[in-house]
């Protein structure tokens, strides 16, 4: 077997299964390009089938990647194997990645098929697309539930019929890490053809033990391929961590003897960007990319790192993307220095009109703050990339005021098309009174599911991020606002997500039936 682990990164499809996590074209594709960066081996773009934005949505990313295959998700069904084959006909390498429930209680209750029936269709359609794709990929849905009998036949006809892939996911979280490697290896050993394939791990982490399960799939199973997301993002508890199995390998190289392709230094730069298009907010004490993963507070600590880093340091902190000096701009940084502060945060520029627009949002805020810290910078940049996907809500001004016993009131000024309006309300609080303003105009009549505050940075003078979650129709999106001001970094949150509530290319099913 080879020692290289290939990095499958399923953030776009399984990591915006999260409720509120929806993401859009332009968003999937900056996500991409990041993961691009990063060089993951696979990027999971989506799921044809689920609907017309996803399909869309992994169309430009099959355009925009050149580095990684491309993977669209399918049902084991003729129509949505051709609908993925489609949306990754410009990509430059692509993988179809078919999926069927092989345990009993899925066979029996959601497809309502039996083993035969089962067996006959992941043949089928495995056989129909290879015909569409080299790269092939089949799923077990709950295949560590799957009896194992029956779960060897299915691999072994799979295998037979042309795939090059085979992936055992731990749909529920239900594994421990020595039996399910256990279970992996038993499927190897007894597969007649497994040599033939690449073995793959999809673990959720229900139980906590996502990231223990895949590499135990990695280490006793055999497996090659670990199917991951940055920041541990997907439904319910999430899936596996790509940040934690990269390190893990990276770090215990003496046991695991494995390496991977990836550019660790972009790891952070990722987990943000995904954090703040998502709106997830990466917990301090997450393992590598969390705001306290390399911080010392404890006298006794500090003292041995002063000595020798290696004392409580596995890993170092800059290895992963996290810069050793974070103040590095002011009001009086010229141009170049931006731009190349841009560079070494790993932010492609495409076009020259981008980097000056950018550009003026630095000075502006530079004016504001005396300190621009790279979390700043990152934040420019990407309120300047939602810029680009023509907003058609657009925050013009706000003023407010608030007063001990005194009902607050706001007045906030922006955009409606090619329009400017204005409108005043009343509310609890100095945000409220913002967001009500807002709606006198708008009668969007979403439903609020989340308002979230976050500081970019340490300090008062820090800009505010906060995440507002919106839900109308069956539909649910993110919406992020920046600024040092609270109010207008609320005000902003609303107004961009109204505009993916209001633009109907964004209309995005919920994936049934997946790993």
Not at 316 to 329: F, M, Q, S, Y
Not at 375 to 382: F, G, K, L, Q, V
Not at 475 to 504: C, E, F, M, Q, W
């Amino acid at each position: 077997m080879s020692d290289k682990v290939i990095i499958f990164d399923t953030t776009l499809r399984d990591g915006e299964q999260s409720p509120g996590a929806s993401m859009t074209k332009d968003e999937k594709v900056r996500i991409a390009r990041q993961l691009e960066r990063l060089k993951v081996d696979v990027i999971e773009a989506g799921f044809a089938a689920s609907s017309e934005g996803d399909f869309q949505a992994i169309s430009a990313v099959a355009a925009a990647v050149k580095d990684s295959i491309v993977c669209s998700l399918a049902r084991a069904n003729d129509k949505d194997i051709t609908r993925a084959a489609d949306a990754l006909k410009a990509a430059k390498a692509k993988r179809i990645h078919a999926f069927l429930a092989t345990s009993p209680l899925h066979m029996a209750v959601k497809l309502r098929m039996s083993p035969e029936e089962v067996l006959e269709q992941a043949k089928r359609s495995i056989r129909f697309a290879r015909n569409l794709a080299d790269d092939v990929e089949f799923s077990a849905e709950d295949g560590y539930r799957s009896e194992m009998d029956f779960l060897c036949r299915v691999v072994e006809a799979v295998i037979k019929e042309g795939a090059t892939t085979i992936n055992i996911p731990d749909t529920v979280g239900y594994a421990t890490p020595e039996l399910y490697g256990e279970f992996i290896k038993t499927l190897r050993t007894r597969v007649p053809n497994s040599d033939k394939a690449v073995w793959s791990v999809h673990c959720h982490n229900d139980l906590g033990m996502a990231v223990a399960n895949s590499l135990a799939g990695v280490k006793i199973g055999g497996a090659r391929q670990i199917e991951c997301t940055i920041n541990g993002l997907g439904e319910r508890a999430g899936n596996t961590a790509l940040e934690e199995i990269v390190m893990a390998l990276r770090t215990r190289q003496d046991y695991f003897d494995m390496v991977c392709g990836i550019d660790a230094t972009q790891i952070v730069p990722a987990s943000k960007l995904v954090s703040q298009i998502t709106g997830f907010v990466v917990q301090p004490n997450k393992a590598v990319v969390g705001a306290n993963a390399f911080a010392h507070t404890s006298g006794i600590h500090q003292d041995g790192i002063l000595k020798n880093r290696d004392t409580y340091e596995i890993m170092r902190a800059e290895d992963v993307g996290w810069a050793a000096n974070k103040i590095v701009l002011g009001k009086l940084s010229g141009r170049n220095a931006f731009k190349q502060r841009l560079q070494e945060l790993g932010i492609a520029i495409e076009a020259e009109a981008d980097l000056n627009e950018a550009f003026v949002r630095f000075k502006t805020l530079a004016d504001q703050k005396s300190e621009i810290f790279d979390e700043d910078i990152i934040a420019i940049m990407s309120d300047s990339a939602a810029a680009e996907e023509g907003e058609f809500y657009k925050f013009i001004s706000l003023s407010q005021h608030s007063e001990t016993g005194e009902r607050p009131k706001s007045k906030v000024t922006f955009r409606v098309g090619d329009k400017e309006a204005s409108s005043e309300a009343e509310g609890n609080g100095p945000v409220d009174a913002s967001l009500n303003a807002i709606e006198e105009i708008v009668k969007s009549g979403a439903e609020q599911l989340l308002y979230s505050v976050n500081a970019i940075t340490s300090g008062t003078q820090s800009q505010g991020e906060v995440t507002v979650r919106l839900a109308k129709g069956g539909r649910i999106v993110n919406g992020v606002g920046t600024d040092p001001d609270i109010i207008a970094a609320s005000a902003k949150a609303y107004l961009s997500a109204l505009n993916k509530l209001h633009d109907p290319s964004q209309v995005k099913l919920n994936a049934q039936m997946t790993p």
